[in-house]
């Protein structure tokens, strides 16, 4: 009698339970990547003891230095070395499906009742409490990637860079990981070492074990490349040959495509080009709706870049073509979904072999402290130009980089509202889900009362 292999369940967990506990991580994965992979390391490594705390880190660090969402192409990895390739489809499917779902419901609501008064109070209260959820971002990420000042050094170059310069994204990002994974080559140590991750630590190597699966120690990462590359890029091209070039369709098609290939960092590190794109140069929607798109994504569960499902679905909705513009709006929303989450699982069942082959290398770590460093000024870099187009009316754009407000443009009620949400979140120690019902709340009463 043969032993099983690890290409079975020979750690003991079914594919069916499996299912079962990626449907929680998923329902329960609110408050952006920090806080999903929080309640994933919670429940993946201390509760069920499916990995243990080395693997799931080197896991989430080089999912980090992927491009696309960490917190949904670590639950691909993952449930792909639980269960192989469904386990990986199931995991990374199911991270996606409650927020999908809600943000097209939300979209719906929001294009049908927008100008209701108390509609248009509750997304005013939740853009002054996403500016703070944002800020609180930044310093959980600061605590954890700026362990000395070198890295520091490249979180600031890299704000100056977006926000003075107005540089590539792309560009910084792989500028700060050239010099930590240089730094790290010629044996300086300001960038070794993967940092805390905040939570505590699980003994053991869990029912996985040390040892890497037989399912993951090769393959023919060559099919799989070319199957996902073709499901990815196929519905690309059919967009634009059957909508036409400069069609509201093709430039989702295009332009999100591009995103997927450039989002690294997460959906905060991207977000102010994307705001900036579909805002002054697609005309898709306005800054505050930008605003109330991030609302959306930070109050239903699964990745904060469904914004950019939203994003796509306003984009659609306005430039409907023949099409009825709620039709159009859901297909600008289902298209961007694809070509976002597509080149995510690309990226993991094509590299996810490599990445298990290169654990423990400490150049490639070198590289991604460089670029969480970096990210660190990117999420400055956002929350400002968020709070510059909330709290103010008018914004001017500089021709050599930096957006800066029209004083006399202050909106005193936006003012007043990202105070209280300072307030609420510092002050007072609220979490997350309170902030947001908090300013709700009080922007839904505002309106009703006229104040706004």
Request: a neutral charge; one cysteine or more.
């Amino acid at each position: 009698m043969t032993s099983p292999t690890r290409t079975s369940p020979a750690h003991g967990v079914t594919f069916g339970e499996a299912a079962r506990v990626w449907a929680r991580v998923a329902l329960l994965s609110f408050g952006g990547p920090a806080g999903q992979i929080a309640v994933m390391h919670r429940i993946i490594v201390e509760e069920k003891r499916w990995i243990g705390e080395q693997r799931f880190l080197h896991a989430l660090s080089y999912c980090t230095l992927l491009p696309g969402p960490e917190a949904q192409q670590l639950a691909t990895y993952i449930g792909w070395l639980m269960h192989r390739t469904p386990g990986g489809l199931m995991a990374g499917g199911l991270f996606v499906l409650p927020g999908f779902l809600a943000i097209m419901a939300l979209s719906w609501i929001y294009v049908l009742f927008g100008d209701v008064a108390a509609i248009e109070g509750l997304f005013f209260g939740l853009k002054a409490a996403v500016l703070a959820i944002v800020v609180q971002a930044l310093i959980r990420v600061g605590r954890r990637a700026l362990a000395n000042g070198a890295r520091y050094a490249v979180a600031v170059a890299a704000f100056v860079a977006l926000f003075v310069f107005d540089l590539p994204f792309p560009l910084v990002i792989v500028v700060a990981g050239v010099i930590g994974f240089g730094a790290t080559m010629l044996g300086l140590p300001q960038f070794v070492g993967l940092g805390g991750h905040g939570a505590a630590s699980a003994e053991g190597d869990g029912l996985l074990g040390p040892d890497t699966p037989d399912h993951a120690r090769g393959g023919n990462t060559m099919g799989i490349s070319v199957f996902w590359l073709a499901a990815w890029l196929i519905p690309v091209g059919l967009v634009v040959g059957l909508a036409g070039p400069g069609t509201a369709y093709a430039d989702i098609a295009l332009f999100f495509s591009k995103m997927a290939v450039v989002t690294f960092g997460g959906a905060y590190a991207v977000l102010a080009y994307v705001a900036q794109s579909a805002v002054d140069q697609y005309h898709w929607l306005k800054a505050g709706e930008m605003l109330d798109g991030l609302a959306m994504a930070e109050t239903t569960p699964g990745p904060l870049i469904m914004v950019l499902q939203f994003v796509g679905f306003l984009g659609a909705y306005r430039a409907p073509g023949v099409l009825p513009p709620l039709l159009a709006g859901t297909l600008g929303g289902l298209l961007t979904t694809w070509v976002t989450f597509a080149p995510c699982f690309l990226w993991i069942f094509a590299g996810a072999p490599w990445i298990e082959a290169l654990r423990g290398n400490q150049r490639l770590s070198g590289a991604l402290n460089g670029i969480t460093a970096a990210v660190v000024g990117v999420i400055a870099n956002l929350a400002l130009w968020f709070a510059i187009h909330a709290v103010f009316r008018r914004s001017v754009h500089m021709a050599w980089g930096p957006d800066l407000p029209v004083l006399g443009s202050l909106n005193p009620a936006m003012a007043a509202m990202t105070v209280l949400a300072f307030v609420l979140a510092f002050g007072r120690g609220f979490g997350m889900v309170w902030t947001l019902l908090a300013c709700a709340g009080c922007g839904v009463v505002m309106r009703l009362f006229g104040v706004v």
